[in-house]
């Protein structure tokens, strides 16, 4: 799409934050999640970015939100993008484009994504908190959502695979902890979860990091599949899709086979990152990613 207003604009892209990433290896996570986070409020318009300001009541309010970050890669990238391109190149291809990185970075697949979206000029924090699901959605809400963004069922089951990556938070999986614990997780693993989460006050929870997702939580492979066949789901959606007669084979399949994972990933992605964007005449390309022009 770029090829002619802006033909270096995905090499500005890589090149600007492959450093940045090496100082925080933690960084490709949390941007991932930023546009899956994005994506699924409205479609992929950057409106995740936008600050509070008259009608527009930011995203970043709602609770579903907690932990999103490193929103200063994409203020740099756009910085460079609007010293080299002004006006050209919108925040919601910044994100997309950075999500995409984000899985190189880790060691998962190169995907082609399209370009061209543009910038949303409405956000909600009330639209988040309906639309985000939560930790314990159920298998047949989680289904629903993902087929309502053209995503079949193997690919809904892989684009949570993206789990492989980062890490959780206490808040979400303490109701899996106490008072009772939940029958899905094993012994082992929820004696390390109560060393990580050992409170279910939510006012001492705000800030408390639980352990990693997966084994490999820094690398882009199918160790969280490998988790979920050993009953080691971090959050209630992840032991669901284990147990469920009808993900259980995804599961199964994926937690055996890395390729086939990455490949039904990619297609998934590109679905999501594709759905019910703006392009054209509708929205902006906003000069400033926090605000409207």
């Known amino acids: 799409f770029y090829s002619s207003s802006c033909p270096n604009a995905e090499s500005i892209v890589r090149a600007a934050f492959s450093g940045n990433f090496i100082t925080d290896p933690t960084a490709p996570a949390a941007l991932l999640r930023l546009a899956f986070h994005d994506c ?7 409106s995740i970015l936008l600050d509070s300001k008259g009608s527009i009541k930011s995203e970043r309010d709602s609770d579903k939100n907690f932990g999103i970050r490193r929103l200063d890669f994409i203020d740099r990238i756009k910085s460079m993008l609007e010293a080299a391109c002004p006006g050209v190149v919108s925040c919601a291809d910044i994100i997309v484009l950075v999500a995409r990185e984000s899985i190189v970075f880790t060691g998962g697949p190169t995907i082609p994504v399209l370009t061209g979206r543009r910038d949303g000029t409405a956000a909600s924090n009330a639209a988040a908190d309906r639309l985000l699901p939560p930790a314990t959605v159920s298998v047949d809400n989680f289904i629903s959502l993902f087929a309502s963004k053209g995503l079949s069922l193997d690919e809904s089951v892989a684009i949570i695979g ?29 004696s390390r979860l109560r060393v990580q989460c050992p409170t279910a006050n939510p006012r001492m929870l705000n800030n408390i ?11 882009f492979d199918n160790q969280y599949f490998r988790d979920l066949m050993n009953g080691q789901g971090l959050f209630t959606i992840d032991s669901e899709l284990a147990l469920d007669s009808r993900t259980s084979p995804v599961v199964a399949r994926f937690s055996t086979n890395q390729q086939l994972f990455l490949d039904t990933f990619s297609s998934a992605f590109v ?20 605000s409207v022009n």
Do not use: E, W
């Open 162 to 190: 993206a789990h492989t990556i980062g890490v959780g938070h206490c808040v979400n999986i303490v109701n899996r902890l106490y008072p009772n614990q939940d029958s899905k997780i094993g012994l082992l693993f929820a």
């Open 209 to 219: 990091t639980v352990i990693n997702n997966d084994m490999t939580n820094l690398v």
């Open 40 to 46: 699924q409020v409205g479609g992929c318009d950057a």
């Open 271 to 290: 679905k999501l990152t594709s759905s019910n964007v703006l392009t054209g005449q509708s929205g902006q390309v906003r000069k400033y990613c926090h």
